[in-house]
């Protein structure tokens, strides 16, 4: 492969992986606080087209990302009132809306289908997107990617470094332990859910109006969801590791892409739907070796030893039970 | 810092936990709060660090009212509280737990933090790993941590519930040398505990709840007796049963039997239980008879030792092998662990003897007649009174019983019901097997069985036969005398 088409390779992975890893760090978020938001689907979807939406009508990318925040951060809070305050099923209200979101999209967005709208351009960095080979790769992109990177430093900092973020964990481990020092833990889990799918409206926006731009049905995102949720799981809950799961995922897709081009004769369909079974193919891998069986093998090979130890990971304790105060 | 409550009524729904306690505390000294389990000391405790919220009186600090509507509020007028459930956070490390929370003095500076648990540990001479992950640690350990951080926090009123339950006897020690050494600083201590031989080493000063009441106070030295009879409700004049007791063979034997379970699990068990024995388990709630129980009916299993029932390893068998040689084990969460909510009595019938629809429905008719249920075979499970769904669970018992397991059988029922299901068990199985039970009943167990065994702590303290049975000595051995 030439140089050229490794820059364009890894150019479009960052981009491509820029809005899952938005909203897979979203759910994250959600999720370390204890909450499960399974409307991710379904939200965005229904950010990227309320996202479209409204530039389209206002001509401003930045309402569009607001109104697209605006509509995860309230499909989210509908999830936390049902969920942890009202005590009902958080994964049952998350799947109804994801639902619900999806078909709301395509109806309201019936009017905006294949039309022409505004669209986030690549910024160049001065200076630094004149560096070969990692100039077009890192500081020619799109607002998002950058956006992205910055996340991931964000959410860890937050998360690790922070005492609101200690908070956070602490909430998604033991509510009634947080309950005894001074924390409420239904408004922290609120919060953070709101805050989660205040991210995964972005991530929508970030498609309709950057990756995949425009709005039409099938929009080309369905089903995007649902790999960012896998890849929460599969990144253990952590910034890093979830983001660096995106990246993979995005490899795999961009990389299929690639390959379209040297094996016309293979279907194309193939290289699309390759990443999602190669994705839970990586899951089921990651939890095999976690086996105790497989555990004694593994004990004998000390490099793979510490790289299993690093994917070892549990879900936050108290994901998706609703805490109740006596 | 003193502590006085005045009038202090809790009612949780229809149930009234605690009826207008007049408690108090002084500043210096560790007071012991006792009581049976459901007397209603833990639900005090967790009014006064606001956990709770109480529906009646007064909470005094220093003689002036306080509100401890929430930990926050409670926290910040000096009040701290080891929970008997460890409150923290397993899967943060030892150094996180310290830190986070409302309460907490010093923010996230980590070094600075690190110094602060050094300090405080070196203290009162407690060792911990500080970058360890919290669920690599002990119960012991844990305690200690959280001790240090109600001690960083400056709390001035420190409170403890059973904090010596599952804990080894150096933590034990160690505990409570820094409790008399907290003390000396003019702290106040309130210790909840159901062990005298502890409230005796400690305390200086003790109040005995029952039922929501406050029966009596006592300063140190104390009157073990005393306190007894003031713990328990007077032993009524029971009418016994004559027991003509001769033990026939044997039907189930424990041999060096340990294992975990109920947070105390049960260590060393050695007990055979022969033909004729109607044993009674006597101890506090989660003393080790639930885990006996379950290791009896092949629910559990042994970490070492040997379970013989009827000739065979129970430790390769399961509660099905258990069900097949005769045995029967009827939970003390009827519902949700003996029977099916949402299943009718009639299916009830046909899952437990693999009976067609029809034959089912007879006998679960037969079952209504003969066990007076009020129901039809139509009714769920879930809709039956709690001694309606005891009688379902005796009338699905199978024929061929040879040993009948029973957690708290008479627990919620009123007192005919409960001597129709003794007359019942007595008469239906003491002739051809054996029947041991749980009760948190003293009067009970002294009523029925010819056999006590008294656990505590998670261990077989005695072993006593029909003619040893006395109250007293039994209500001691309960709270480890």
Known sequence: ????????????????????????????????????????????????????????????????????????????????????????????????????????????????SRLQGPQMLSVKIPLLSDIPFLGPVLFQQPLMVYLALLLIAAVWWYLFRTERGLELRAVGENPEAAYTRGIDPRRKQLLYTAIGGALIGIAGAAYSLGIKPGWGRPQGIEGLGWIALAIVIFGGWHPLKVALGAYLFAFLQVIGITLQGVWPSVPAQVFQVAPFPLMIFALVMINLLQRESVQGWVSAHPLLQTLIRQLQCSPPRALGKSYRPD | MQVEFQQIHKQFGPVQALCGIDM????????????????????????????????GGR?????????????????????????????????????????????????????????????????????????????????????????????????????????????SDQQKALLFQALRQIRDEWRTIILVSHKLEEV?????????????????????????????????????????????????????????????????????????????DIVGLAGLSGSGQGVFLRLAAGLLHARVGDLIFSGAALNRLGHREFREKGGVFLPSDRLHEGLIPGFTLRDHFA???????????????????????????????????????????????????????????????????????????????????????????????????????????????????????????????????
């Open chain 1, 1 to 112: 492969m030439s140089d050229f088409s490794l820059v364009i390779l890894f150019a479009s992975v960052l981009a491509t992986a820029a809005p899952l890893i938005i909203a897979a760090l979203g759910e994250t978020i959600t999720e370390k606080a204890g909450v499960i938001n399974l409307s991710l689907d379904g939200s965005l979807l229904l950010a990227a087209m309320i996202g479209f939406m409204v530039s389209y009508e206002t001509g401003s990318l930045i309402m569009g990302f607001a109104a697209a925040a605006l509509t995860g951060a309230l499909v989210a809070i509908v999830v936390g009132i049902f969920g942890i305050y009202l005590g009902l099923l958080q994964v049952a209200v998350g799947f109804a809306l994801t639902l619900m979101c999806k078909d709301l999209a395509y109806f309201l967005g019936n009017p905006y």
């Open chain 2, 24 to 55: 108090r505390v002084e500043s210096g000294t560790i007071h012991g709060l006792v009581g049976e389990n459901g007397a209603g000391k833990s639900t005090l405790m967790k009014i006064l660090t606001g956990y709770l919220t109480k529906t």
């Open chain 2, 59 to 167: 909470i005094l600090l220093d003689g002036v009212e306080v509100d401890c509507s929430d930990p926050q509020t409670a926290a910040a007028q000096g009040i701290g509280m080891l929970y008997q459930e460890p409150q923290d956070f397993p899967s943060l490390n030892v150094l996180d737990n310290f830190i986070v929370g409302r309460d907490s003095v010093a923010g996230l500076d980590r070094t600075a933090q690190r110094q602060r648990l050094g300090k405080l540990a070196e203290r009162v001479h407690f060792s911990l790993h500080l970058s360890a992950v919290l669920e690599k640690l002990t119960i012991g350990e844990r305690q200690q941590l959280e001790f240090l951080r109600l001690l960083g926090r400056d709390a001035r009123v420190l409170i403890l519930d059973e904090p010596t339950t599952g804990i």
């Open chain 2, 200 to 276: 005796e080493a400690l305390c200086d000063r003790v109040t005995i709840l029952r039922h929501g009441l406050v029966t009596g106070e006592a300063e140190a030295p104390f009157k073990v007796a005393e306190l007894l009879s003031m713990m328990f409700d007077k032993p009524p004049s029971i009418e016994r049963t004559e027991h003509d007791y001769q033990p026939g063979e044997e039907i189930l034997r424990f041999s060096g039997v340990s294992a975990n379970g109920e947070r105390v699990g049960l260590s060393d068990c050695n007990v055979t239980i022969n033909r004729g």
């Open chain 2, 351 to 481: 899952l437990a003897s693999g009976l067609s629809s029809a034959a089912a429905q007879q006998a679960a008719e037969q079952a209504i007649q003969r066990f007076h249920i009020r129901g039809t075979p139509e009714t769920l499970a879930e809709s039956l009174s709690g001694g309606n769904q005891q009688r379902l669970q005796l009338a699905l018992i199978q024929a061929n019983a040879q040993l009948v397991l029973l957690e708290s059988p008479t627990r919620g029922l009123d007192v005919e019901s409960g001597q129709k299901i003794w007359r019942y068990l007595r008469e239906t199985f003491s002739g051809r097997g054996a029947i041991v039970f749980s009760s948190a009943e003293l009067d009970e167990i002294l009523a029925v069985a010819n056999r006590v065994l008294v656990f505590f702590d998670g261990r077989v303290v005695r072993d006593l036969r029909a003619d040893e049975l006395d109250y007293e000595h039994i209500a001691s051995a309960m709270t480890g005398k």
